[in-house]
């Protein structure tokens, strides 16, 4: 029973969810959840409340964005011992995060702590789709061919640094944009690159917007579709 499971539940369609994610949700007594402190609920749980026909105990944990890193150890080893207390009270656990859980998630730092207090504990992660994946399979776009270099990197603060991945891989995923969408695609403007692009904002999910930059689609965004939004650029052929 001293287990704890860490489910990624894909970018956003409950049927990209893996078979063994779905089995591990549906014997878990209590489920954990993320939710920013800017949010009125959890997009996680959302997902999985389509998909589950049982009710579940669900537990929603708040995670604030902010770049304090002694507060955030201690917003992350509090819910660590939460959940501790849930497994030794003999509860069947497990903790949500979208995408995958070990591509720029809050469950890596979960981790951290409960390993931290309790290293006994047996812990099992359970990969995800990850977003770029999903927004990939819409287009069929092909990530990589051959000996293609790929990136996958946050948005920097130092948009040159941007530009030299740019300039020095093959495919290049963009990802935690957020309110930096509108330089970002400044950038790959002017770097001529918006007909190998594709854009995807809460890919799966309400409000879905997607452009196919090789078909010249045009990319009219607006701030609020930076956020959950991943951007590929391929510089090879399709």
Same mark, same amino acid.
């Given at each position: 029973?001293?287990?704890?499971?860490?489910?990624?539940?894909?970018?956003?369609?409950?049927?990209?969810?893996?078979?063994?994610?779905?089995?591990?949700?549906?014997?878990?007594?209590?489920?954990?959840?993320?939710?920013?402190?800017?949010?009125?609920?959890?997009?996680?749980?959302?997902?999985?409340?389509?998909?589950?026909?049982?009710?579940?105990?669900?537990?929603?944990?708040?995670?604030?964005?902010?770049?304090?890193?002694?507060?955030?150890?201690?917003?992350?080893?509090?819910?660590?011992?939460?959940?501790?207390?849930?497994?030794?009270? #003999?509860? @069947?656990?497990?903790?949500? &995060?979208? *995408?995958? =859980?070990?591509?720029? !998630?809050?469950?890596?730092?979960? +981790?951290?702590?409960?390993?931290?207090?309790?290293?006994?504990?047996?812990?099992?992660?359970?990969?995800?789709?990850?977003?770029?994946?999903?927004?990939?399979?819409?287009?069929?776009?092909?990530?990589?061919?051959?000996?293609?270099?790929?990136?996958?990197?946050?948005?920097?603060?130092?948009?040159?640094?941007?530009?030299?991945?740019?300039?020095?891989?093959?495919?290049?995923?963009?990802?935690?944009?957020?309110?930096?969408?509108?330089?970002?695609?400044?950038?790959?403007?002017?770097?001529?690159?918006?007909?190998?692009?594709?854009?995807?904002?809460?890919?799966?999910?309400? #409000?879905? @917007?997607?452009?196919?930059? &090789?078909? *010249?689609? =045009?990319?009219?965004? !607006?701030?609020?579709?930076?956020? +959950?939004?991943?951007?590929?650029?391929?510089?090879?052929?399709?």
């Amino acid at each position: 029973m001293h287990r704890f499971y860490g489910v990624g539940v894909g970018p956003g369609e409950p049927e990209l969810m893996t078979l063994k994610a779905f089995r591990v949700l549906k014997e878990a007594d209590i489920i954990f959840a993320p939710r920013a402190k800017t949010k009125s609920g959890s997009l996680a749980r959302e997902i999985v409340e389509r998909v589950l026909e049982e009710r579940k105990e669900f537990f929603e944990l708040e995670f604030p964005m902010i770049k304090d890193e002694e507060e955030l150890r201690r917003r992350y080893r509090a819910s660590a011992e939460l959940i501790l207390e849930k497994i030794n009270e #003999g509860k @069947r656990t497990a903790y949500l &995060t979208l *995408g995958d =859980p070990l591509l720029y !998630s809050t469950y890596i730092y979960l +981790l951290n702590a409960l390993v931290e207090i309790d290293p006994r504990l047996t812990i099992e992660t359970i990969p995800g789709v990850a977003a770029y994946s999903a927004l990939a399979a819409r287009f069929g776009f092909s990530l990589a061919e051959k000996d293609e270099r790929v990136c996958i990197c946050p948005v920097p603060e130092d948009l040159d640094l941007l530009r030299r991945v740019l300039e020095e891989n093959d495919t290049v995923v963009v990802m935690k944009v957020a309110k930096r969408l509108s330089e970002v695609m400044d950038l790959i403007r002017e770097m001529d690159l918006l007909d190998r692009t594709v854009f995807g904002s809460s890919v799966g999910l309400s #409000g879905e @917007r997607l452009v196919d930059g &090789t078909r *010249g689609e =045009p990319f009219a965004l !607006s701030e609020r579709e930076g956020y +959950l939004s991943t951007i590929i650029v391929r510089k090879g052929k399709r």
